[in-house]
């Protein structure tokens, strides 16, 4: 395993909010011997089918009474798709749970199994690894698979054709993005209208620096601060910014098209997430690239978006327990973080097991942990994120505010006082913010 990931497993714990309670480490077990079963794994990477076939056919050569068929779902459509399928009784064997309130919900409604007597779960992954997947009281829901960074992905030829060092605070990389409008280089790829994109892989990825990382966070969080601070503004002045030197018509720039732009070398930079390296590689683009941290302001530490991402769950309607059980205690091995993590470049194994990190980018984006002050995951996920019904989350705010700024329709300081309205109408610390 590399000396970052290590590092950020050591970080883990701490970053985590919730805690789970400590229930004796299970001895790890041969899996048990399955009847034929055919499964299902609903998913929301439609972009890893091909790697997922890898993973489940080496799956199935060490239990070949068992087959399952990877599902995956438009990732935009895949918790109300899921929903769906959960209440209706058809929804997948297993599924790819997203981490904190979304996956707590569901398993809430009924709709998870509990792993609390899963073998090997406690020795495989940390406390901190297991939270996001845990409910309030420690029962552990679905099995951790990856982790995602966050970053600048960079054209090296347009870099040094035009002059231009890899930034390394904020301010220079503004400065390098207006040196390469004025050579007439589009400098970043990225655009609205898949909006949830410009709110999670640009505005989550400045707010760690912006906030001073974990403790930062947990300022807000307790009410220490208020969600329409000075730091908050910044976050989005950070965000408006970028209005300058984003592709004409960014408004209508689609995620996928940020992704062309890029490989075609049409734009410098695209900030997004290390889930993307498999989609560049894919293209194969003509010109050297590589990614960087986005950079803090100057004065400011770094701190990395290093997101706790996707587990995988077991239906509790499912008509195969034993065989879905014997798939999860797989997915604690060493082999099945290495398949993930050199077929899926750019999504970071978070059990105990060591890992061989072969992918030169993905190395990149896992070294950017070793060298920062901090990591955190994204910043609304931990309690923020589950409303009652009829209020709105921070996610939701956020998304809208970083759209609003770079479309000149709401300044920063607007942007921010909406979050601190609409959190302090559900959220308690929030209203007594100092």
Not at 385 to 391: E, F, K, N, W
Request: net charge negative; charged share 20%; with cysteine.
């Amino acid at each position: 395993m590399t000396k970052s990931l290590k590092v950020f497993q050591a970080m883990l714990l701490a970053v985590v909010i919730v805690s789970l309670t400590a229930c004796g480490a299970a001895t790890p077990t041969a899996a048990p011997t399955s009847a034929p079963a055919s499964l299902t794994l609903g998913s929301w990477r439609t972009d890893d089918a091909e790697a997922w076939g890898k993973i489940l056919t080496a799956f199935t050569a060490k239990n070949p009474n068992i087959t399952i068929k990877f599902d995956p779902t438009n990732p935009p459509d895949y918790n109300a798709t899921l929903r769906t399928q959960l209440e209706s009784g058809t929804g997948p064997d297993l599924f790819f749970v997203r981490s904190f309130a979304t996956g707590r919900d569901l398993f809430k409604q009924g709709f998870l199994v509990s792993l609390k007597d899963l073998p090997g779960l406690n020795d495989t992954f940390s406390a901190g690894a297991l939270a996001p997947w845990a409910s309030e009281s420690g029962d552990p829901f679905a099995v951790p698979i990856a982790a995602v960074s966050h970053g600048v992905y960079y054209n090296q030829d347009l870099f040094e054709a035009n002059g231009v060092a890899v930034p390394t605070t904020w301010e220079e990389l503004l400065a390098a993005a207006q040196k390469l409008k004025d050579a007439g280089v589009t400098p970043f790829a990225n655009g609205t209208k898949d909006e949830w994109d410009i709110n999670e892989t640009v505005l989550m990825s400045i707010i760690p620096s912006e906030v001073g990382g974990r403790d930062g966070r947990l300022a807000y969080l307790n009410g220490e601060r208020c969600f329409n601070d000075a730091d908050m503004v910044a976050s989005f002045q950070q965000v408006k910014d970028l209005a300058p030197f984003l592709p004409e018509g960014f408004e209508a720039t689609a995620y996928s098209d940020e992704q062309a732009l890029f490989t075609q070398g049409k734009a410098a930079m695209l900030i997004d997430g290390s889930w993307t390296i498999a989609a560049i590689q894919k293209d194969a683009p003509s010109f050297k690239w590589s990614v960087f941290p986005v950079p803090p302001p100057t004065g400011k530490d770094q701190y990395i978006s290093f997101h706790v991402d996707a587990a995988i769950g077991l239906n509790a309607a499912s008509k195969n327990q034993e065989a879905g059980k014997t798939f999860l205690q797989w997915l604690e091995t060493s082999e099945f973080n290495d398949i993930l993590a050199n077929n899926i470049p750019g999504f970071f194994p978070m059990g105990n097991a060591a890992t061989k990190i072969n992918d030169p980018a993905a190395a990149a984006f896992l070294d950017f942990n070793s060298k920062a002050k901090g990591v955190d995951f994204r910043f609304p996920w931990d309690k923020l994120m589950d409303p009652p019904s009829g209020a709105e989350s921070a996610y939701s705010v956020m998304n809208a505010g970083a759209i609003a700024v770079l479309k000149d329709t709401k300044t920063p300081q607007q942007a921010a006082d909406d979050l601190q309205t609409a959190l302090a109408a559900w959220y308690e610390p929030a209203k007594s913010c100092k």
